[in-house]
């Protein structure tokens, strides 16, 4: 798990086949480089693909970096 302000590249997806199609279609995908803005109250603000977008706990560890 990154820490706020922290960045890397995805390298996994895990999970479910429909878990992997929702975060590959908000750009989680393996290459793009991902920063976490913040993490408030269980949820992950994530940087990814120029855009901010805010993923539970539980999603963001599906995703390896």
Not at 27 to 42: D, T
Request: aromatic fraction near 4%; charged fraction near 20%.
């Amino acid at each position: 798990m990154l820490k706020s302000g922290e960045s890397g590249l995805v390298t996994r997806i895990g999970g479910k086949p429909e878990t992997r199609r929702f975060l590959e279609s908000l750009g989680f995908v393996v290459g793009a480089p991902v920063s976490v803005v913040n993490v408030i109250n269980g949820n992950v603000i994530c940087s990814v693909m120029d855009s901010r977008i805010a993923i539970s706990k539980e999603m963001a560890q599906k995703i390896s970096v």
